[in-house]
């Protein structure tokens, strides 16, 4: 998976709908993609990093779907190889309530697949150190030793991103960073640091979730966009342009692709699969700039905070856990019946009070599970987002 690999076969781009079921079309993409053997050419470990950013179900366009994930486990273990989940949702989230959320655990149990925890605070005890070559403002960053050795099949979601603009293959690899160079790529520049951690990072294959995906105001809280497709490449570039084509964006509006093709050229790829042309014109997130801005003041903000608050905390995380930002699920009194829907709905312990009516800020992960679960429409989605208010 290191930058210094060097891809001498064709640049292929597979494109399958997923009409016949998400399995079926996950093992259908990876044969025109040139088949699994070539992609682990005798390792022993593939690390499989979906886009698990928060507890928010593939349903919903957020995050990989499982039936996905289960196919490339198949695939890996049938080349002899150790399917191995390595994945740090958003800074703002805990991936423990995250895994808990999603169903992680059973899911990986279940389907032989490990789970790697590393640090997400980095270390050295889990992470080694890339400098990669010719990087503009992410000059250095660390990646999970495991990494070594190991295939990396990146499984992104086709989906808008109210930072990003888009995050597909490019931009999902930053999940498998530490959080302190996360900070990093947020302060120094999201665009430019996404192209200089794709010179260091460069999966062995790509699958992009379009089975459901979503656009407007992704990445959680969008809307769902029904594609029906999975897009499968090696070059990471040429995939996401595959994708942009698919959903009729200009690469050229979204920050970190314009760059990369300045930067990187305009790559060449074979098609294979079905040439299906547009699908869906996504809506691009609105951008306010000053949402922009204080998004982005929470990253350099974070390292005088980092100095004095213990390891493990943040300044976005303490920030959001105040439940003064981000989007959240309140309890309107007047309308809600004490029925105890929203807590048995909830996957979480002793998030709601049912005495006070209160959304615990430091505990809730806003899955929204509650919301969608009130027979009474007693909850309301507060802070931006482009759920129902
Ligand atoms: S589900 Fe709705 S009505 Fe029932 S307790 Fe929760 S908020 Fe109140
Ligand atoms: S309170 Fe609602 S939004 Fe928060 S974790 Fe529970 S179900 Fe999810």
Redesign the pocket.
């Known amino acids: 998976m290191l930058a210094t690999r060097t891809i001498t076969d064709t640049n292929t781009v597979a494109i399958t709908r997923t009409f016949d079921g998400i399995e079926e079309a996950a093992h259908r993409v990876i044969a025109q993609a040139g088949g699994m053997e070539s992609v682990i050419r005798g390792a022993k470990i593939a690390i499989l990093k979906p886009n698990l950013v928060a507890g928010r179900d593939a349903s919903t366009g957020s995050t990989t779907s499982f039936e996905l994930m289960k196919a490339v486990a198949e695939e890996v273990r049938a080349c002899g190889a150790e399917p191995v989940l390595c994945e740090t949702p958003g800074t703002e989230f805990d991936r423990e309530a995250t895994y808990t959320i999603l169903g992680i655990e059973k899911f990986c149990q279940e389907n032989n697949i490990r789970i790697l925890r590393v640090d997400p605070e980095g270390g050295e005890a889990d992470w080694m150190e890339l400098r990669p070559e010719g990087a503009r403002k992410l000059r250095t960053f660390h990646i999970p030793q495991i990494m070594k050795e190991a295939r990396l099949i990146n499984l992104p979601v086709l989906k808008t991103h109210v930072v990003s603009g888009i995050t597909l293959s490019m931009k999902n690899v930053m999940g498998i960073l530490p959080r302190p160079d996360r900070r990093n790529m947020h302060t120094f520049g999201i665009g430019q640091s996404i192209v200089d951690m794709n010179l260091g990072i460069k999966p062995d294959l790509n699958i992009v979730d379009g089975s459901v995906g979503q656009d407007g105001e992704g990445p959680l809280y969008g809307d769902k966009a029904d594609l029906q497709v999975l897009v499968a490449g090696r070059d990471s570039l040429s995939v996401d342009l595959a994708c942009c084509e698919l959903v009729g964006v200009n690469p050229r509006d979204i920050p970190h692709l314009r760059l990369a093709l300045q930067q990187m050229g305009r790559p060449w790829w074979q098609l294979a699969g079905e040439d299906v042309g547009l699908i869906k014109r996504f809506r691009l997130p609105e951008q306010k700039a000053l949402y922009r801005f204080i998004f982005w003041l929470m990253y350099p903000l974070d390292y005088p905070y980092s100095w004095i608050a213990e390891r493990g905390k943040h300044f976005c995380t303490s920030l959001y856990s105040t439940g003064l930002v981000g989007t959240r699920p309140k ?2 009194e007047e ?9 048995d ?1 909830c996957p979480l312990p002793n998030v ?1 009070d ?1 005495t006070t ?1 209160k959304v615990n800020p430091k505990t809730c992960q806003r899955c929204l599970l ?1 919301y969608e ?7 309301s989605v507060k802070g931006y987002s482009g759920a129902r208010q």
Do not use: S
Not at 335 to 343: D, I, M, Q
């Open positions: 309890i309107n309308k809600c019946t004490h029925c105890g829907v929203c807590v709905a709601i049912l009516l509650c679960a009130c027979p009474e429409n007693a909850i």
